[in-house]
């Protein structure tokens, strides 16, 4: 199982990114996908999750929910973090990280909730 977060990068505020994680190994429709993001200085943190269902939860504050979204695309087994109206505050690494689950709609906020990782991609949002 492998999984290869990429798209980050140096984005000016106010742009929109599309994170990509690309799966091997397994088929992610089997998993449940978690996003998660390190601010510098921060824990790692849960930002979203799609279920095995498809089934979207997002786990930030309320204010910025509005701008972060899950997409899967199984023919490329990858999944896709899509992240609107960046911030500066939005800068940190990046991570998607799987989990083999029963639950179709399971999806879960903590690290200890996944099982294997990506290596994360930097976003760096600065103008």
């Known amino acids: 199982v492998q999984l290869q977060a990429s798209g980050g990068g140096l984005v000016q505020p106010g742009g929109s990114l599309r994170l990509s994680c690309a799966a091997s190994?397994?088929?992610?429709?089997?998993?449940?996908i978690g996003w998660f993001r390190q601010a510098p200085g921060k824990a790692r943190e849960g930002w979203l999750c799609?279920?095995?269902?498809?089934?979207?939860?997002?786990f930030m504050g309320t204010s910025v929910k509005g701008r972060f979204s899950v997409s899967r695309d199984t023919a490329l087994n990858t999944v896709y973090l899509h992240i609107d109206s960046l911030v500066p505050e939005d800068t940190a690494v990046y991570y998607c990280?799987?989990?083999?689950?029963?639950?179709?709609?399971?999806?879960?906020?903590?690290?200890?909730?996944?099982?294997?990782w990506g290596l994360g991609t930097l976003v760096t949002v600065s103008s």
């Open positions: 190994g397994f088929t992610v429709e089997d998993y449940a």
């Open positions: 990280a799987s989990r083999r689950v029963g639950d179709d709609h399971y999806c879960g906020a903590r690290t200890v909730d996944y099982d294997y």
């Open positions: 799609i279920s095995r269902s498809g089934r979207i939860t997002r």
